[in-house]
């Protein structure tokens, strides 16, 4: 029988990332817990949820780099089901745009500085409302993107939909997280220039609020990579399933996610955050990895034991 691969002795950098899959396979078994009855399965509208969220990332096979000095793996194949509601697959995407957004402000970063802002709208209670708050986000961030100002200031930009919930008050708080180029010139050129005051009114007129809306806008520095994780990781974050008071509490905000976001598109870019996307990757380039490739390079297959809870060597 196969030892466990946590008690084996692998390199450091193995462990920690495959530790990372583990916590993440174990969070799905939180899900099913909850979604394990036929009237769940009807509300979320498949027969099949159960199987789907347990039969992902049973496979992973890692390589190494080449030329990589520091033996780092790198996830190269998996039989990923790509659920919304999976923290598997949210974990991996979030992962994925991390790297190729890495990749893109560097590629830009001779020409461009970067921006994150945060654009957010009141809380709201209900499902429907949260629909609502959606629609009105997209439709107030494309008047935002096109006034005159932001166009002359903001030359691309990476929009990220995240929603957080408030178990304190059983709110869903719907907002986008934005990684904004502009010209290194902009912040000492005055006619372009965008203070906090000016982009949180040009964001209030956008939405039509009569209420003072609250943004987040902060400068990335060059080389420092904080900004990009923020706009990455929180737009697809696995489901935190230990703050709900209780299972009723999560499973109310997981149905809710699941009729509200299937079918939605979390991220958009565009200007010249969307040509050098283009110019990067291939047109799948953001999706999961969804087979597992037997390829040459791969130096590691693992599988995921049901009776030990698991990944085993292959």
């Known amino acids: 029988m196969p030892e466990s691969i946590m008690a084996q002795r692998f390199s450091a950098e193995f462990q920690h990332i495959l530790e990372k899959y583990q916590k993440q396979k174990e969070n799905s078994y939180k899900i099913l817990e909850l979604v394990g009855t036929d009237y769940t399965f009807q509300n979320f509208g498949t027969k099949n949820l159960y199987e789907t969220l347990i039969n992902c990332g049973t496979r992973l096979a890692f390589s190494k780099a080449i030329n990589d000095n520091n033996n780092i793996y790198h996830l190269t194949g998996a039989n990923f089901c790509r659920n919304r509601i999976c923290p598997m697959c949210q974990f991996r995407r979030s992962e994925k745009m991390f790297a190729q957004m890495i990749q893109l402000v560097r590629h830009l970063e001779q020409d461009y500085r970067f921006i994150h802002l945060v654009l957010t709208i009141p809380n709201v209670e209900t499902g ?103 706009v990455c990781k929180y737009c697809v974050k696995p489901l935190d399933l230990t703050q709900g008071e209780n299972d009723i509490a999560n499973l109310t905000v997981i149905l809710t996610l699941w009729h509200t976001l299937k079918g939605k598109r979390f991220v958009q870019k565009y200007g010249v955050v969307k040509e050098a996307f283009n110019n990067l990757f291939s047109e799948n380039d953001d999706e999961y990895i969804e087979q597992i490739e037997v390829e040459e390079k791969t130096v590691m297959h693992v599988y995921w034991d049901t009776k030990t809870m698991n990944y085993m060597k292959e």
Not at 186 to 208: C, E, S
């Open 128 to 230: 429907s409302e949260l629909i609502e708050a959606i629609e009105k986000l997209y439709k107030g961030f494309n008047k935002f993107w096109h006034y005159a100002d932001i166009k002359k200031a903001f030359k691309g930009c990476l929009r990220c939909l995240e929603i957080s919930y408030n178990y304190q008050n059983y709110s869903f708080h719907p907002h986008l997280h934005c990684l904004i180029a502009v010209k290194p010139s902009y912040f000492n050129d005055t006619r372009i220039y965008l203070n906090y005051d000016k982009v949180r009114q040009l964001w209030g007129k956008a939405m039509q609020s009569k209420q003072p809306l609250q943004i987040y806008l902060r400068s990335c520095k060059v080389g420092d990579y904080v900004g990009v994780a923020e």
